[in-house]
Nanobody, 122 residues
Framework: QVQLVESGGGSVQAGGSLRLSCANSGRTPNYYRMGWFRQAPGKEREFVAAISWSGLNIDYADSVKGRFTISRENAKNTLYLQMSSLKPEDTAVYYC???????????????WGQGTQVTVSS
């Protein structure tokens, strides 16, 4: 069983930083490729970043590259997203997900967290 729970969301001013966490609280260790997606009201869910189990293969959406850093700590079954230089356009519900394929397609991810709200004000 894989149960993903996001935390760390909140409200910040533009230019600020937040670190999101995604913990696997299920009984099965998280050996999957992990990703972050986000969805704003009225918009489609979009890919943010992904990382392989080893941490050696990392992918970022162009909109966040250079500002966000994805990482994972497998011993704690936890995924992170360090977000810096935040913009109002980053406002969304952020979801972590687990899959097995190298993909930016949400359909290729098997498990999803509940989401955590990130709000960036001007």
């Amino acid at each position: 069983q894989v149960q993903l729970v996001e935390s760390g969301g909140g409200s910040v001013q533009a230019g600020g930083s937040l670190r999101l966490s995604c913990a696997n609280s299920g009984r099965t260790p998280n050996y999957y490729r992990m990703g972050w997606f986000r969805q704003a009201p009225g918009k489609e869910r979009e890919f943010v970043a992904a990382i392989s189990w080893s941490g050696l293969n990392i992918d970022y959406a162009d909109s966040v590259k250079g500002r966000f850093t994805i990482s994972r700590e497998n011993a704690k079954n936890t995924l992170y997203l360090q977000m810096s230089s935040l913009k109002p356009e980053d406002t969304a519900v952020y979801y972590c997900a687990a899959g097995s394929l190298r993909s930016r397609d949400a359909a290729q991810y098997f498990y999803w967290g509940q989401g955590t709200q990130v709000t960036v004000s001007s």
